[in-house]
Every structure is written in C-alpha cells, then in structure tokens.
C-alpha cells in the first residue's frame, strides 16, 4: 500500500488513514512502517497520529460502542453513560476488552441531540441513555451469547 504514496512528509495524513481504513486501527509494526517509508521517526508518527481522535490504536471489538460526547450529549451526561461502560466493560475509551467483544470510543455529535445522552451500538442509535440502559445493553449481549453456546451445545449432542 505506501507504494502508492511518495517518500514525502506531506502524505503522513493520508497514509495513516488509509493504513486505518484498511485494519480499523494503526497497529505499531504499521507507524514503523510508514515512519521508515517516509524517512522520519517512529515517535512523530506515533505523535501526529494520537494528535487526532479519528485514529484508534486497538483493533476494534466485535461489539463497537461509541459514546456520544458532544456538546447536548455532554450538557445531559454523556460522561457518565461513557464512565458506566468503561466501569462495565473493564476498559477506556480508545481499548477494547481482552476477548475482543467490546471496544469503546469517545465520538463528537453524530447528529440527533435531540436524544441525548446517545450512545451508538453496532451501528444502532440508543438515544436517552442512563446507567441502567448500559447494565441492560451489556447484559443483552451476555444473554445472545449464553444462547448462541447452549444452540451449539444441543447440536453437538444432537449430533452424537
Ligand atoms: S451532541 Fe450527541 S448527538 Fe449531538
């Protein structure tokens, strides 16, 4: 891919998020990557890259969540829809959980404050959160997969 791109400084931008766009996250073999290609060191990259929101550092959970924090959803607590599920989950903004299930991301206004607190989940807007939604969002998921294993489970002896 950065043989598409010259050895010139000025591509770092556009190289960082194709790398993004194509692995949903800059991994460090890839900075280093594109460090040695544009001849300048790993830490401006790593520098330039976490300068900017847009760019993540953890490959993605199977299960997105993104946390709303612009300004409407900020004013009706956004902070705290985004505090339950990084208490919930175990992890920040910007990780994803050791299984990789769940990954949780800070977002600016995607555009319905009239529903704020939102937080978006595999692409579904959940507008009005609050503390309980999260406990009901993450137990629904917790009780989908307890469903998918025991689906597994009866085929398999099914098929004995
Ligand atoms: S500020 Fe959250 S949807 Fe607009």
Same mark, same amino acid.
Request: negative net charge.
């Given at each position: 891919m950065l043989k598409g791109f010259a050895s010139d400084r000025g591509n770092l931008m556009p190289i960082l998020q194709k790398v993004q766009e194509r692995h949903n996250y800059l991994a460090s073999s890839a900075l &280093?990557?594109?460090a040695r290609h544009l001849s300048i060191s790993a830490c401006e990259v790593y520098g330039v890259a976490t300068f900017y929101n847009q760019f993540r550092f953890h490959p993605p959970g199977k299960h997105q969540i993104k946390v709303c924090l612009g300004t409407a959803c900020h004013v009706?607590?956004?902070d705290i829809?985004?505090?339950?599920? *990084?208490? =919930?989950? &175990?992890?920040? #903004?910007? *990780?994803?959980? =050791? %299984?990789?299930e769940f990954s949780i991301d800070r977002v600016a206004c995607v555009g319905c404050? #009239?529903? !704020?607190?939102? !937080?978006?989940? %595999?692409d579904t807007v959940h507008g009005h959160m609050a503390p309980s939604k999260v406990e009901g969002l993450i137990l629904g998921f917790a009780i989908e997969e307890e469903r998918k294993k025991r689906e597994i489970q009866q085929g398999e002896s099914k098929g004995q």
């Open positions: &280093e990557m594109v009706k607590g956004g829809i985004l505090e339950n599920f *990084e208490r =919930k989950l &175990e992890i920040k #903004a910007g *990780e994803t959980t =050791k %299984d990789r404050c #009239a529903l !704020a607190p939102v !937080a978006i989940v %595999d």
